[in-house]
């Protein structure tokens, strides 16, 4: 028999022998051994995919709720806006009022004043009246001492009621 690569046949013997040893042990080492690494692998993966799924999701839903702030940020602004405008105008209206009542204030005490005004001169017309009526009065009683004369009196008081006006003596 002839040499193949110039090898006895003891070694090709021992060489198939070891390559069948090595096929069985790689099967069951492959077995034993690779279907759980591969198993440890395969979980491994699934689990980084499920963390980077988590991960997107996470982001979205951070996406989101930042929408929402910034949304929310807006109407806060808005709303603002509007509490400012509605304090103008309750503002404006506290204005309105207040010179409202400072005007019917202003008006009372004028017509206050003049009314006292009138009680004023009321009262001066009443004590000229008055002053008139006795400076008569003091006419007349000289005028009785010396003339005692009924017609002379009766013209003397009617000249009087006439100068001084029937209204004195019927108030």
């Given at each position: 028999m002839e040499r193949l690569f110039n090898l006895d046949p003891q070694l090709l013997h021992d060489a198939i022998l070891l390559a069948i040893a090595v096929f069985v042990m790689f099967l069951?080492?492959?077995?034993?051994?690779?279907?759980?690494?591969?198993?440890?692998?395969?979980?491994r993966e699934e689990r980084v995919k499920n963390n980077i799924d988590s991960a997107n999701?996470?982001?979205?839903?951070?996406?989101?709720?930042?929408a929402q702030y910034e949304e929310k940020l807006q109407n806060i602004n808005k709303e603002a806006d509007e509490l400012m405008s509605a304090a103008r105008k309750k503002a404006l209206e506290n204005e309105a009022?207040?010179?409202?009542?400072a005007?019917?204030?202003?008006?009372?005490?004028?017509?206050?004043a003049n009314h006292q005004t009138?009680?004023?001169?009321?009262?001066?017309?009443?004590?000229?009246?008055?002053?008139?009526?006795?400076?008569?009065?003091?006419?007349?009683?000289k005028v009785i001492k010396e003339n005692i004369d009924l017609s002379i009196q009766d013209s003397l008081v009617?000249?009087?009621?006439?100068?001084?006006?029937?209204?004195?003596?019927?108030?």
């Open positions: 069951l080492l492959s077995y034993l051994l690779f279907n759980p690494a591969r198993d440890f692998l395969k979980k999701q996470a982001n979205a839903d951070a996406q989101a709720l930042r009022k207040i010179i409202e009542d005007k019917a204030e202003a008006a009372r005490i004028i017509e206050r009138e009680l004023a001169v009321k009262k001066a017309e009443d004590d000229i009246k008055k002053e008139i009526i006795s400076v008569a009065s003091m006419i007349a009683e009617d000249d009087t009621l006439k100068e001084i006006g029937e209204q004195t003596w019927q108030s």
